[in-house]
Nanobody, 124 residues
Framework: QLQASGGGLVQAGGSLKLSCETS????????IGWFRQAPGNEREFVAG???????KYRDSVEGRFTITRDNVKNAIYLQMDSLNPEDAGVYYC????????????????????WGQGTLVTVSS
């Protein structure tokens, strides 16, 4: 199970921190990713983190977003800074037990467990 939280309304330039609590899985064996979906758009990869702590970001959030994992709390966090209206959408955390590469980490079909999503709204 994955439970995402922390979404809300923020002004452009502001920050939010999303959390993804996990249960019922061997956390250290999973790659965890954050995806987002804006109305009318495909769900897209935002950031991912391997069990080693290595990370990957989509280009548009590189340097503004930071993904971290807490292997004691079995949780993942996404710190989002300098938000802009293009960052708005429903954010989902997802888990993959596959051996993902720096290319395949982007592929949503590689993730078998999904949280329910949390809404991020950015006002201009």
């Amino acid at each position: 199970q994955l439970q995402a939280s922390g979404g809300g309304l923020v002004q452009a330039g502001g920050s939010l921190k999303l959390s993804c609590e996990t249960s019922g899985l061997t956390f250290s064996r999973y790659v965890i990713g954050w995806f987002r979906q804006a109305p009318g758009n495909e769900r897209e990869f935002v950031a991912g983190i391997w069990s080693s702590g290595a990370t990957k970001y989509r280009d548009s959030v590189e340097g503004r977003f930071t993904i971290t994992r807490d292997n004691v709390k079995n949780a993942i966090y996404l710190q989002m800074d300098s938000l802009n209206p293009e960052d708005a959408g429903v954010y989902y955390c997802a888990a993959s037990s596959s051996k993902l590469t720096v290319l395949t980490i982007y592929f949503k079909h590689k993730y078998t467990l999904w949280g329910q999503g949390t809404l991020v709204t950015v006002s201009s």
